[in-house]
């Protein structure tokens, strides 16, 4: 069995597990796709956070992305740090700057196995305080200064692609240059708050192309993660992973323990079960119903037809399903036009899914909905990957007994 269809069939462990430890934050952005803000009462305590580090490194997970909210903002973030760290669980941890002072950022430079993520949507203050809030460049920036002098190496700024910040990309890779860093660009997903501004600041038809284009020219020297593929049907395929890994090789943690198939799609739908329950996680990831639905083979629905579907596999679960659109169809933004004729042609009897997450200051205490249960259907991994997450995780891996499924019949 080749190496892709360990991704299509789904490891015994993911090779990218994004863990937000906190959806308190200092700020409040307008795209946030957790709507962050206030600290849920009922989050992780240390002890069970550890736990789950435990199962996690017992499981052979060898890295996570921490994020929130604002993941520093938790009094015992540090202390988990060095826990992962110490039981051989590398982290990889995005905030926007608030706490990395000089004695921060020092101690981060003399640590191991720790990788770093400073939040930035616009190139100038106007542009991305207008997303993140008034003085949130300067912290990013001063964040920045602080790791450069300290000598952490190759720290990332994460970007998330808006209307506004489109023609900035030259500026967003000179800043990045400045400061020793990696440029990591990320899709605007109609998820969380996102949701309220996504016809707002989504990429134009136009934009799409140049950046497509942009990263083309720039592809090697920049990280997208699996934010892009559905832009390959302009032409060949990007740097990153190629496909939706929802639930196969990533999936999300939340603050309160409930695990998603995806980070994007924080939703009753996707929800796949939590790690305060018997099992753990181990169990959620090899046993629930949802992950092995979303590990069958899929069929790519409506998209299979399409002469560009194995460029760009059908685009974005989380994308189609917060807009409204089914998930055996095209991207809101295909680059072929499809889903836009799809989002015209909604009427008013189209139910577009809000999360169930809300933990903005200014809305009310985050309340469940019973879970409703939806269709999936998703596309088939296409024939090689070229990069998991948004680093390159499997550079020189090969499964293990412990990390590879049992064979599919007729596989």
């Not at 993140?132 to 001063?142: K, L």
């Not at 593929?229 to 323990?257: E, M």
């Not at 809000?354 to 259907?377: C, E, I, Y």
């Amino acid at each position: 069995m080749k190496l892709v269809d360990h991704f299509q069939y789904g490891l015994n462990s993911p090779i990218c597990l994004t863990w937000e430890l906190t959806y308190a934050c200092n700020l409040a952005c307008v795209h946030c796709l957790s709507s962050s803000g206030r600290r849920d009462p009922r989050e992780l305590t240390t002890a069970e956070a550890k736990a789950v580090i435990d199962e996690l490194q017992r499981m052979q997970v060898f890295y996570i992305n921490i994020g929130g909210g604002e993941p520093t903002v938790r009094p015992d973030f540090w202390e988990l740090l060095d826990y992962a760290i110490a039981h051989d669980v590398g982290v990889k941890f995005s905030t926007n700057g608030v706490k990395l002072d000089k004695a921060r950022a020092a101690q981060l430079a003399a640590t191991d196995y720790v990788d770093i993520q400073i939040s930035m949507d616009g190139a100038t203050p106007e542009v991305n305080d207008y997303v993140r809030g008034p003085g949130s460049f300067d912290t990013a920036i001063t964040a920045l200064e602080n790791l450069a002098e300290a000598g952490f190496e190759k720290p990332k700024i994460s970007v998330v692609m808006t209307r506004e910040n489109v023609d900035q990309l030259d500026e967003f890779k000179a800043i990045a240059d400045k400061y020793g860093a990696q440029l990591r660009i990320t899709r605007l997903r109609p998820s969380g708050r996102g949701a309220d501004v996504w016809d707002e600041l989504h990429p134009t038809q136009a934009q799409q192309k140049q950046l497509y284009d942009w990263l083309v020219a720039h592809g090697d020297q920049v990280l997208t993660g699996d934010s892009f593929f559905h832009l390959s049907a302009y032409g060949d395929a990007l740097p990153g992973l190629n496909l939706c890994g929802a639930g196969r090789v990533v999936c999300l943690i939340d603050p309160v323990g409930d695990v998603y198939a995806c980070p994007f799609a924080i939703h009753e739908n996707f929800l796949a079960g939590n790690v305060r329950d018997e099992g753990g996680f181990k169990e959620v990831w090899e046993h629930s119903e949802l992950f092995t639905e979303l590990r069958q083979p899929q069929t790519g629905g409506a998209c299979a037809s399409c002469d560009f579907f194995d460029s760009c596999q059908g685009g974005c679960m989380a994308a189609k399903f917060f807009t409204g659109l089914p998930l055996d169809g095209p991207d809101p933004e295909c680059v072929r036009g499809f889903g836009e004729q799809m989002l015209a042609d909604r009427d008013d009897e189209t139910v577009i899914p809000k999360s169930d997450v809300d933990h903005s200051r200014s809305a009310p205490r985050n309340s469940r909905a019973p879970k409703q249960p939806t269709m999936l259907s998703l596309a088939p991994p296409p024939r090689r990957p070229d990069r998991a997450c948004d680093e390159s995780p499997l550079a020189g891996f090969s499964p293990t007994a412990e990390q590879v499924p049992a064979p599919v019949a007729g596989s």
